[in-house]
């Protein structure tokens, strides 16, 4: 089962900041958060992860709570390219069978002219 | 450099026959993993090597379904005796190593077994 709870949708204006959250209440001291996203009709693309420390790139930055029970995934302007599914998945790091990435459902963002 | 790349891209097959995919890893990239996603799902794992070994299998539905990497690059998933349950997107990814290395995805292919 996916150890995180996502909104189903999400609507975001372009050029605005899309704040997508993630519930991962159960995480433990060593799970990793990573987000992916998927753009219709291909593969998950990596986008970003972090184990307790706020973290940014070039595509977006991650919010982690203190306590780790929730994340958010920071677009800090959206364009319409962003429009995606976007997944939020708790990964441990090493041991059998933490390698695999565990899905939910996601969020499907979309980016409004 | 180039990604993960998988073929075909569209496979249609009848319920029944043999079907097998390909999945062409990033280079240099020892980790390789297959999922499966249906329609209006996120993607499901299925089995992943490190090098040519099958280290975790315990996704594949059943006893139909086989994937193999003889030489540690390419890996093909194969799937017998087609039901139309079978029918999604099978994509595969690859890391450098295990652990919390990135994964890469591939296009995928799309498996419609009529």
């Known amino acids: 089962d996916a150890k995180t709870t996502q909104p189903p949708s999400m609507d975001c204006a372009e050029g605005r900041a899309a704040n997508l959250p993630c519930n991962h209440s159960t995480i433990s001291g060593n799970e990793y958060v990573y987000w992916y996203r998927q753009i219709h009709s291909q593969g998950p693309q990596y986008i970003i992860h972090g184990l307790k420390n706020n973290e940014t790139n070039e595509m977006a930055s991650l919010i982690i709570t203190e306590d780790r029970k929730s994340s958010t995934l920071i677009l800090p302007h959206a364009t319409l390219r962003d429009t995606a599914v976007y997944y939020c998945i708790v990964r441990v790091a090493g041991g059998a069978g933490s390698y695999q990435l565990t899905f939910g459902k996601g969020t499907k963002l979309s980016v409004i002219p | 450099g180039a990604g993960v790349s998988q073929t075909p891209s569209n496979k249609v097959t009848e319920k029944g026959k043999y079907v097998e995919l390909r999945c062409d890893p990033i280079s240099g990239h020892t980790a390789l993993y297959w999922y499966r996603q249906s329609l209006g799902q996120g993607p499901e794992f299925l089995i992943y090597f490190q090098g040519t070994g099958a280290a975790d299998d315990s996704g594949l539905p059943n006893d139909r379904f086989f994937a193999v990497r003889p030489e540690g690059s390419v890996s093909t998933l194969k799937i017998q005796r087609t039901e139309r349950g079978d029918s999604a997107v099978y994509l595969c990814?690859?890391?450098?190593?295990?652990?919390?290395?990135?994964?890469?995805f591939g296009p995928g292919t799309r498996l419609t077994v009529l």
């Open positions: 990814a690859s890391s450098l190593g295990l652990g919390t290395d990135t994964q890469y």
